[in-house]
């Protein structure tokens, strides 16, 4: 799909940090919990680590110069926002919601409760919510609790006696009274034990990779599809709503359950409704077009409002709000067809959208100068929209762990015809390079020029580089002549990883154009160490990456697949890189930066060739030889390399809140922001477990 998701911020997280800080600043030393108006010099960005994430707070610097309009505005948006988030924990897994429900209320009441024990809860607690659920959002394996289940159980039993409260089956959780058959917290935490406990009960989220016997459907443990669907029984049936119903198997049949107002997810959806309802009368007049619209799609689940909201919110082009609220991204589902539900809310950061937009208005230069077949070039390529946006709140499938860029819509048809919307995520990346220390660049860096560089450029070359996969990469090309479908289609569990190779490869060859130079993007004295800082970065990532992939010794996660393919094939086929050996430690060194370019051109040349013949053959073998397969002893090596170093893997964000200040008639007067600097704090809230 055409959204740059997370695994780039890790990309840039790895390259940033260029002025050489290895620690974040230090804490705020005040008794406020939160912070009001934190100076941007003492702030606090890197919070705590859980295993191999880092938690990080997001800050919203431009919401306070809003007026009051907009503000309001994004209060309602915001709160549509967070109504939905339980969605996408519930697509993740059937059993997620109540997972969570359970660890809520024991962390919440800690009293009398082991230590050693509780500790275990709080890290495996926070890690769940990092990843919306059990699973690692980078491998797609399920994480377990490291304690007994009978350590558990009486965690769980301290905590019932410190008042927490368990939705046992037949028992919402209310302390009223009880049917008689009500679920005991005994039997129902034994009946969760297998996904607290066993790594081997629906171990994948995703798999796209299944073992003997199972099929992408049935070795994937998420909720899209229930009852056993197998990719057999999905053959012979038509999905009226592919992206916005969860496919069930029942009686040997297979039915749609629609995520609409009143299907699927009715509540979490008629409160999104409510909100967005009253976004309107504050939007601006092609916004509101397209929240009305929105609301219609969420009130019908149909194909043709899903369209039309497409169009309408593709439409609103300079609108200084603005918001992604639906079922979008279709990693979680291993055919690729399945929506996540995920929500953004934010402002465009005027200053920064400067550069993006010079791109953006030069598409149609750079689509004239692809390398490949002009056959597969656009005449006309039509309304980019790029922006560089601050965030004020991600849930679902982009929140806490969050993408730096997006590229909507993913409907290529009506990317065809009406354009799409791209936006990098200003203060996220910002966030990320200031909780990030530099010193992974210098163990997987060959020479200390190369970290130098890396340093100075690899920051710049990053944001630069993913710019032009939003902007220039996922607008470009079309497909063959008489070609029928969509890529989708046609490239199945392949299109996805393709696609980001796409616009990658697109993204490194036009960073040494001159024309970066000339459109004023990249100053003229530093586009040789921009060019190299870039290379010799996207590089190393092949290396430094597998220590994403702790298990197993295939990559599941397409991002992971495209930038693995993309160097390796780059090594098969190419003296752009050499692989070297110094201490007994592996590195990866880009050697010839002419033939990285020309190598880039011709792989780009074939990817685009692939996808708009719909080759199929040709896309699962470019994976299968370069970018699935890894050796992992290489990738011990490169874990014991970084654990040494103690660097998070990924991270997840907390995200800033709002509170409305209300005048004596009830209307908002104004809209506070506010960071409260701690996970467990947020999620609490964001659960309904404390109060917001
Ligand atoms: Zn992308």
């Known amino acids: ?178 049917s008689g058959d009500a679920e005991s917290l005994d039997a129902l935490l034994k009946r969760l034990e297998p996904m607290f406990f066993d790594p081997n009960v629906d171990a994948s989220v995703t798999t796209k990779a299944p073992p003997p016997g199972k099929d992408i459907l049935t070795a994937s443990a998420n909720n899209l599809y229930a009852g056993g669907v197998t990719m057999n029984d999905v053959k012979g049936f038509t999905e009226k709503y592919g992206l916005n119903a969860r496919l069930v198997k029942a009686n040997g049949r297979l039915t749609e359950e629609v995520y609409k107002i009143d299907g699927r997810y009715a509540k979490e959806i008629a409160a999104i409704v409510q909100h967005l309802q009253d976004a309107i009368p504050f939007a601006t007049e092609p916004m509101q077009n397209a929240l009305r619209a929105l609301i219609q799609w969420y009130r019908t689940g149909e194909q043709g409002d899903r369209e039309k909201f497409d169009i309408a919110w593709v439409a609103d082009k300079a609108s200084p709000v603005d918001t992604i609220n639906g079922f979008i991204e279709v990693y979680l589902d291993p055919r690729g067809i399945k929506g996540s539900w995920e929500a953004l809310v934010f402002s465009i950061n005027p200053e920064k959208t400067k550069a993006i937009k010079t791109i953006g208005d030069n598409a149609q230069w750079f689509e004239d100068h692809m390398p490949y077949d002009a056959k597969y070039r656009k005449s006309d390529v039509k309304g980019i929209i790029a922006n560089a ?94 070609f029928k479908g969509t890529p989708q289609q046609a490239l199945k569990e392949h299109f996805s990883a393709l696609e980001e190779g796409r616009a990658d490869l697109i993204g490194l060859y036009f960073v040494a154009d001159p024309k970066l130079v000339e459109l004023g993007v990249i100053p003229a004295a530093d586009h040789d160490g921009i060019v190299l800082a870039e290379y010799e970065g996207y590089t190393r990532n092949a290396l430094v990456q597998l220590r994403r992939v702790r298990e197993g010794a295939t990559i599941a996660e397409d991002h992971m697949r495209n930038r693995q393919m993309i160097v390796r094939w780059l090594m098969a086929n190419t003296k752009a890189i050499e692989q070297r050996t110094r201490d007994g430690k592996t590195y990866l060194t880009m050697v010839d930066r002419q033939a990285f370019r020309d190598g880039v051109g011709k792989l780009l040349a074939e990817v685009q060739r692939i996808k708009s013949e719909g080759d199929y053959p040709a896309a699962a073998k470019l994976f299968d030889t370069y970018g ?43 809209v506070t922001v506010s960071y409260p600097l701690d996970l467990t704090t947020q999620m609490l809230e964001y659960d309904g477990v404390v109060k917001r």
């Not at 130098?452 to 944001?463: I, T």
């Not at 874990?639 to 800033?656: A, C, E, I, Q």
Request: hydrophobic share 40%; with cysteine.
């Open 389 to 482: 946006i601050d965030v004020i709140v991600e849930t679902g499938d982009s929140g806490p762990v969050t993408p730096v860029g997006i590229n909507l819509p993913n409907d290529q048809r009506i990317r065809e015809q009406h354009g799409s919307k791209s936006v990098s995520l200003a203060n996220v990346v910002e966030a990320y390079d200031k909780s990030t220390p530099g010193t992974m660049r210098g163990e997987f860096s060959w020479t200390p020029e190369e970290a130098g560089r890396g340093a100075k450029f690899g920051s710049f070359a990053d944001v630069l580089h993913t710019d032009m996969h939003e902007v220039i990469g996922h607008a470009s090309g079309q497909q063959a002549q008489g």
């Open 628 to 670: 699935v397969h890894f050796d992992p002893k290489q990738r011990d090596e490169v874990v014991g390399r970084v654990d040494k170093l103690n660097l998070p893997s990924y991270s997840g964000f907390v995200m800033p809140k709002l509170t409305p200040v209300m005048g004596a008639d009830g209307k908002i007067t104004d």
């Open 1 to 178: 799909m055409s959204m740059k998701r997370f695994l780039t911020a890790l990309l840039v997280a790895s390259l940033a940090a260029a002025c050489g800080r290895t620690s974040p600043a230090p804490a705020s030393t005040a008794a406020d919990p939160e912070s009001r108006t934190p100076d941007p010099g003492q702030r606090k960005y890197l919070l705590e680590r859980v295993d191999d994430a880092a938690v990080v707070q997001l800050y919203a610097d431009s919401f306070n110069s809003l007026p009051l309009r907009e503000k309001t505005l994004i209060w309602h948006l915001y709160q549509a926002a967070l109504a939905g988030r339980d969605i996408y924990i519930d697509q993740k897994h059937a059993s997620a919601l109540e997972m969570r429900g359970i660890l809520d209320q024991i962390v919440a009441h800690p009293q009398g409760i082991d230590p050693a024990t509780f500790a275990e809860i709080q890290r495996y607690t926070k890690y769940f919510w990092i990843n919306n659920g059990p699973y690692n959002n980078l491998t797609a394996r399920k994480f377990v609790l490291k304690t007994t289940p009978d350590a558990f159980a009486a965690a769980a039993k301290a905590a019932q006696a410190a008042g927490a409260t368990f939705a046992t089956r037949n028992n919402e959780g209310t302390a009223s009274s009880r």
